[in-house]
């Protein structure tokens, strides 16, 4: 069965530092990975996704992602981080087959110092 | 383009009353989810449809939860009776067409539902 885990519940930066946001996933082959990022009241926003091809894949708002099949990980990382940022984010895996059912991560919540 | 739609923002009910969420996805999205958020966790699948018709349901309390997508656009979720452990925020995602594919999920501001 497809898992998700997010191992940092929380994570707090000072601005301008760069960030890097954990996914470890379970899945019997190469799954469909998401990020998502979710602002207070509201819904979630797509950052970027992995389908196949090059393993590191850029997003929306400067973050980037590596796909790392050895260590079933999806990292999520920023090189510098602005105050805007601060928000919950969301890994989540996709199945390659059937409905594409998504199985959400619990998410990390990021605060920002100024 | 328009994004996902849904209303109302918040709803405050008392437990056993009955509710409904609406939901109006992208124009052209053939693929509409709901999710069921509850606080400190990841959005939980709890029933998506194709169309009109229901590709899953799995995780739905088919006792107190129904939902329906009439003509393949607009959809609702309805609770009834309410319990306690209902109040979460229910979000509505959608997507162009899955039978096609993985694609993307778009989704919504979500309702966000308090059971007193």
């Known amino acids: 069965a497809q898992s998700v885990t997010q191992p940092d519940i929380h994570i707090t930066v000072s601005e301008g530092a760069s960030l890097e946001l954990r996914c470890n996933y379970s899945y019997g082959a190469t799954p469909y990975l998401f990020w998502y990022v979710q602002s207070p009241g509201q819904g979630l926003q797509l950052l970027l996704k992995y389908f196949s091809g090059d393993t590191l894949v850029q997003g929306i708002k400067g973050f980037e992602a590596e796909f790392k099949r050895s260590q079933s990980s999806f990292n999520l990382r920023k090189p510098s981080v602005h105050w805007s940022d601060a928000a919950e984010y969301f890994c989540a895996v996709g199945s390659t087959s059937g409905t594409y059912k998504y199985i959400f991560g619990t998410g990390t919540r990021l605060k920002v110092l100024a | 383009e328009a994004g996902v739609a849904q209303s109302p923002r918040y709803k405050i009910i008392e437990k056993r009353q009955s509710v409904a969420f609406w939901c109006n996805p992208i124009?052209?999205?053939?693929?509409l989810y709901w999710y069921q958020q509850i606080l400190g966790q990841g959005p939980k699948l709890l029933i998506q449809f194709q169309n009109n018709g229901v590709v899953d349901d799995s995780q739905l309390p088919k006792d107190r939860f129904s939902a329906e997508r009439l003509k393949g656009v607009d959809s609702t979720l309805k609770i009834q009776p309410a319990k306690l452990e209902d109040s979460a925020v229910y979000l509505c995602?959608?997507?162009?067409?899955?039978?096609?594919?993985?694609?993307?999920?778009?989704f919504g501001d979500g309702t966000r539902l308090s059971i007193l």
């Open positions: 995602a959608s997507s162009l067409d899955v039978s096609r594919g993985n694609q993307p999920q778009h």
């Open positions: 124009s052209g999205h053939a693929t």
